[in-house]
């Protein structure tokens, strides 16, 4: 069994997910009873030292700037013309009033629909995300698994976010074995150990 955290999974719901890793972590000091074997890694410094991750990264936080700053510039655009309009107005027919209200209100949809289009649930950012850093999650994971197999270990926790996790023995922290088996060199972030 292996358990993959804080890279891996939103923070909602943590107060459950921590329930479930102090079960989950009970039973296998349970088991470790029975000679059960078990491991640790921290996927943020996992992540830290894998250089397409960091380019994914990057690339992710200057997309984001640049939306934001596209969609801040469309509310600034429709701030002014609110503005206008309530300068313009006492001099305004009803008709034009109504023209330019509905102008204002048809940009402001725009500009919320397109800051759901780029940041929504299921939108651009998010989108991109996945598909630069969705493969490399893959392959940490993968390498963990195989790590563990060839281990033997009955779980792999993972310290990234010290959910739950009071106490781990620093021999007992696979990461840089993992970054060594995905063909990374560690580096000189700490992952965590105490040395």
Known sequence: ?????????????????????????????????????????????????????????????????????????????????????????PLLTQDMKNRRENEIVTKEKAAKDLQKKRFGVDGDLYKRRQELIQPIQDKIYTAIEKRAKQKQFVFVFDRADNTGIMYADPRNDISNDVLKDMGYEPGTINSGKTE
Do not use: C
């Open 1 to 89: 069994m292996i358990l993959i955290g804080a890279g891996f999974r939103s923070k909602k719901g943590d107060n459950m997910k921590k329930i479930a890793l102090a079960i989950v972590f009970a039973l296998a000091l349970g088991l470790s009873a029975h000679a059960q074997k078990y491991a640790y890694v921290n996927t943020e410094y996992i992540l830290q030292n894998i250089p397409e991750f960091v380019n994914a990264q990057e690339e992710i936080d200057k997309l984001s700037i640049e939306w934001q700053k596209e969609i801040e510039s469309k509310f600034a655009e429709i701030d002014a013309l609110y503005k206008q309009f309530q300068n313009d107005a």
